[in-house]
């Protein structure tokens, strides 16, 4: 939902560019720091969803703390002014130059993914004299039952320790001297719009908190990792239900006095609260499509590509339509898959209407490429 006076500045800017409503996501941040400390949750900040410092430096504003899934997202969270005792680093991945430089910052935790990784992590503490704090990320094999290719927490995907795999973890952890055990982690997909399958996650985290309190570990940390999901299709009902979501964790977690929750969430903060304003290029009529050419394409917007996303599409220049009809929506890029939506129906359209590809706070601007040279994409701000 724009105002006139959005896009009448709108056609005053050169596109494509992310806008950013600043106001709607400061409102999200809120409802979701209140639903959270009702409960005394912990809430970490997934900085893959959005890196964009203003973005970023609104949700430190409110008090999370960072999720992080590289060195460089570390060294961003450090110096936008996270506290380093917020920040957790999670990736089944991370190099040896990643880990020093976050023992270097005193990072809250490592959240571990392999045996290995513990072992190097250990090997690489003891160098610097320093203790290591760890969190076992387990693959608890639960279906998100969302799309394929964002589901992280089934025996097929590469994430986290598997079960089978646990008892030879603790006996690394048992000798490991340099790694101080604080917990487990789970994060078992994105976009999760069934809130049940947080009923499975929670059942699986109690289980595996209790196989490490019967071997003597001290379990303080549950980090449940992150995933819920927002309404695509509905862009304008922007706030998830943050209070509902909390609420299931708080009802099927036996969360023992000491023990603290932490959540990883992305998207559910950043992603309705931008939409890619891009221009249209030309109209292309044929006996079989009707194209929609955009000045944007999959090296600004890549989900549609990738995941066969859905974006909600507007064409903002034309409010009331005079006659409606189906378009394929596309970008400029030399690729067939760089379409954002197939037979969408907006009103008749022609060259220099505004489009808003709506619900791209996440996962979007952090995902441009500059595939075909194409230039940076640009973000602009609500203006105050
Ligand atoms: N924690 C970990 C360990 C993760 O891997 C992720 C996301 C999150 C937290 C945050 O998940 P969220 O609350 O945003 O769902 N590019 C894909 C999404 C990939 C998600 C990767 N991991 C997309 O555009 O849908």
């Avoid at 000491?258 to 931008?274: D, K």
């Avoid at 989900?303 to 006659?323: D, G």
Wanted: hydrophobic share 40%.
């Amino acid at each position: 939902m724009f105002s006139d006076k959005d896009i009448s500045r709108f056609t005053n800017l050169e596109t494509p560019f992310y806008y950013y409503d600043l106001t709607l996501l400061q409102n999200t941040l809120k409802k979701c720091a209140s639903a959270a400390n009702v409960y005394n949750f912990h809430v970490h900040y997934a900085m893959k969803a959005n890196f964009n410092p203003t973005v970023v430096a609104k949700i430190k504003s409110v008090g999370f703390g960072a999720d992080c899934v590289s060195g460089g997202e570390v060294k961003q969270a450090v110096e936008l002014g996270f506290d380093a005792g917020k920040i957790v680093f999670a990736g089944v991945g991370k190099s040896d130059k990643e880990i020093n430089f976050a023992l270097d910052q005193d990072i809250f935790c490592f959240n571990v993914e392999s045996i290995q990784e513990l072992e190097v992590i250990n090997e690489l503490a003891l160098v610097k004299g320093k203790k290591a704090k760890v969190a076992i990320r387990i693959n608890p094999n639960v279906d998100a039952h969302t799309h394929h290719n964002i589901t992280t927490g089934l025996d097929e995907n590469k994430f986290g320790i598997n079960s089978w795999d646990l008892p030879a973890c603790a006996e690394v952890l048992k000798k490991s001297a340099q790694l101080e055990f604080v917990g487990i982690h789970f994060h078992i997909g994105s976009q999760i719009t069934n809130l049940d399958v947080y009923k499975s996650l929670c059942t699986r985290v109690n289980e595996f908190a209790n196989w490490f309190e019967e071997r003597g570990f001290t379990v303080k940390v549950l980090n449940v990792g992150g995933g819920l999901g927002i309404d695509y299709h509905n862009p304008d009902q922007q706030i998830p239900d943050f209070e509902a979501y909390f609420k299931i964790f708080n009802d099927f977690l036996e969360i023992k006095p000491n023990q603290e929750v932490h959540f990883e969430l992305g998207r559910a903060l950043v992603g309705q609260s931008s939409s890619l304003i891009t221009k249209v290029l030309y109209i292309k009529n044929g006996k079989k499509k009707n194209f929609v050419i955009l000045d944007a394409g999959m090296t600004e917007l890549m989900r549609p590509a990738l995941y066969q996303a859905y974006h909600k599409i507007e064409n903002i220049s034309r409010v009331e339509a005079s006659s409606v009809v189906k378009y394929d929506i596309v970008g400029p890029i030399c690729e067939s898959t760089d379409c954002f939506g197939k037979e969408v129906e907006l009103p008749e359209t022609f060259r220099g209407d505004l489009i808003a590809l709506r619900s791209t706070g996440a996962y979007g601007e952090v995902m441009a490429s500059n595939y075909n040279l194409r230039n940076e994409v640009r973000a602009v701000f609500t203006e105050d």
